[in-house]
């Protein structure tokens, strides 16, 4: 399981660093706190760890998280459950390769544990969790652990479950709380860092994911440009579907955008240009990079020079030259009922030479608005007749706030929104209906990919 991949935020890895710390992971169940501390005790290199679980086996815990296994050793996993006082084992057995800890209250507790640990050096105990300790020896056996910490140097995390303020935040070094939140009724996952003694923090909640059984935090959004720039590499339509140029959106999409669809897709507030952007310029680069056209209106903030500029970068001379960007006629003495009746007008011409199933079309919604006003809808409805008797398709992009959202997204197939949490861009569908992904640009082939990574 090498190629497991964790992460947690800089400023808790830079805490742990520190010999004889003390952490407190606290949430209610189902926040992830036992994956964090596995994923902690993975992602330190140099550090023997030693989990102590009393509530769950430990059998169950290797099947469950068996990537663990390159971090922790099988007789590293310490279960101190109340149910070991029925086992006829000698007090510090091995069965299963597994270790056991009999006892009866907090001295022998903690006689045991000093045994286990003796001579060692560079380690982390994990306690999963306090709760199940306190209950077999003494509800502030915390003490005792954090006075038995200090004496050894060893850090030591303590995992439980609440939310409030309690006694063990005031006097551990460090506290973390897990959160499930929900956005538009979909799960948000908050990592909040309440102290790390020592250390400055920039940053003092994350958004994480427990996708694949390991915890995976979210710095704010960043695009790394390519080292190296190469050519677009596009990805196969289907005989119903077209492909959204992204491999993560055609999977959430099952198999991309139905052909003659039309796409709404929505920006929130404090959404950056880049964090959008790609879910048109990559499918339009599917589309031209397959011989098609792509007939575009460029959304506010977005040149003309900016999306050739885009294309030429990564796609050859003659697919870039298939893109096509409406103009406009001049204002100057003219309605905006003219001005729209010309606008529908050049579409129309533009479409009729369009093979079907030939083209893919993006508009900028917000700034057509700003130019036609209510005289928009009638050029909405009818480019969504063209889109769907032509077997085409179309992307509409609009921003937060405008008054006609409600009603494009009654014409639109699928409906996309964009949203901004802690400099994390999230993406989620209203129509079809998803939870939230997180949205990151890849560009190590050479080219930006779009990848979308599920909360879970």
Known sequence: ?????????????????????????????????????????????????????TRIRPQNLVEEYPWIGDALPLDHIVDASKSIFSRTTPKRGVERDFCFLKYSDKPSFIGELYELLRGRENLLVVFDS??????????????????????????????????????????????????????????????QINKLRGIPCKKCSYIFTLDGGVFKHFEPFKIQPPLEKKRFEPLPDSETHFSSGSRDLDNILGGGYEKGSTVLLEVGKNVVRDAYIYFVMLTAANFLSRGRV??????????????????LQFLRGENADKAIVLKEGLMRGKTRSELAKEFLQTYGETISKVEPEGCGVAWGVDSLINRYGHHLIPILEQAKFETQNKRLLAIWMIKHGAEIIDKVASMADYHFKIEERGGVFLFHSLKPRTGFYVIEVDSSRGYPELKLLPIV
């Open 1 to 53: 399981m090498a190629g497991v991949k964790v992460s947690i935020p800089r400023e808790l890895e830079s805490f742990l660093g520190f010999r004889g710390v003390s952490l407190l992971i606290k949430g209610l169940p189902g926040t992830g706190k036992t994956i964090l501390a596995l994923s902690i005790l993975k992602r330190l290199s140099g550090v023997e760890g030693f989990y102590v679980t």
């Open 130 to 191: 306090i709760e199940g300790v306190q209950e077999a020896t003494s509800e502030r056996i915390y003490l005792d652990l954090l006075d038995f910490q200090r004496e050894l140097g060893l850090r030591m995390i303590f995992v439980s479950e609440y939310e409030d303020e309690r006694g063990l935040d005031y006097l551990v070094d460090g506290a973390v709380l897990l959160k499930r939140e929900f956005l538009n009724g979909e799960l948000l996952r908050v990592l």
């Open 294 to 311: 792509a007939i575009g209106h460029p959304s506010l903030g977005v040149s003309v020079e900016q999306v050739y500029s885009y294309f």
